[in-house]
């Protein structure tokens, strides 16, 4: 997938990912449903299959939930430079669109998150700071159901991976209602697959 690239195009890409910034109440990955609305339909800059592998290549990796961020620039500066096929430029152009994606996403938030958890600190006994953390908490519960689903509509027929459906609320029930720990989920939701089962 290639795709001409202009200045305007990159400002366009760095200014999105700086309002995103703002509205990633609960991390980033919760804004991932207006990123894929915003790369692969509204600018056609990656295709579903590229947002999709993204996310999950990133989930899988050790590191920061933040990873998928970067490896959504990087494969739209590589479709923009061209695909894996044009050498050096393409290279540079998916640097180019880490460092935009990254910049984007990180410094709004990191600068209203080190002035407001200042200020809510120095304020914390005050009912409405209080009220406040109480009611983000449903809205981050949402967008992390609305991330899931994204994900999960990416993959055709729900009835065709109902496996996968047992597991994500046997997984949920498990992680509410015991203390054990989501490591050893991993591991036999790894092993599932492994073995093919789901």
């Known amino acids: 997938?290639?795709?001409?690239?202009?200045?305007?195009?990159?400002?366009?890409?760095?200014v999105h990912f700086m309002s995103l910034s703002l509205l990633a109440i609960g991390g980033a990955i919760t804004t991932a449903p207006e990123m894929?609305?915003?790369?692969?339909?509204?600018?056609?800059?990656?295709?579903?299959?590229q947002f999709t592998s993204s996310i999950a290549l990133a989930q899988a990796a050790?590191?920061?939930n933040v990873l998928f961020i970067a490896l959504l620039g990087w494969n739209v500066g590589l479709n923009a430079g061209g695909g894996l096929g044009a050498g050096l430029h393409a290279w540079?152009?998916?640097?180019?669109?880490?460092?935009?994606?990254?910049?984007?996403?990180?410094?709004?938030s990191t600068?209203?998150?080190?002035?407001?958890?200042?200020?809510?600190?120095?304020?914390?006994?005050l009912r409405a700071v209080r009220a406040f953390k109480q009611g983000m908490a449903p809205?981050?519960?949402?967008?992390?159901?609305?991330t899931g689903w994204i994900l999960a509509a990416s993959h055709g027929d729900p009835l065709e991976?109902?496996?996968?459906?047992?597991?994500?609320?046997?997984?949920a029930l498990l992680v509410w209602r015991t203390r054990l720990h989501m490591l050893w989920l991993l591991a036999a939701g790894a092993a599932l697959g492994a073995f093919g089962w789901v």
């Not at 991976?161 to 997984?171: D, F, G, K, M």
Request: glycine share 6%; with cysteine.
């Open 1 to 14: 997938m290639t795709t001409v690239f202009t200045a305007g195009d990159w400002l366009a890409l760095l």
């Open 139 to 146: 809205i981050v519960i949402a967008l992390l159901i609305a």
């Open 62 to 64: 050790p590191g920061p």
């Open 161 to 171: 991976h109902w496996r996968l459906w047992l597991l994500s609320v046997v997984t």
């Open 36 to 49: 894929h609305s915003y790369l692969v339909h509204q600018k056609a800059w990656l295709s579903d299959s």
């Open 111 to 125: 600068t209203l998150t080190f002035v407001a958890a200042r200020w809510g600190h120095q304020n914390r006994e």
């Open 92 to 108: 540079c152009m998916a640097l180019a669109g880490v460092v935009v994606a990254m910049v984007g996403i990180m410094l709004p």
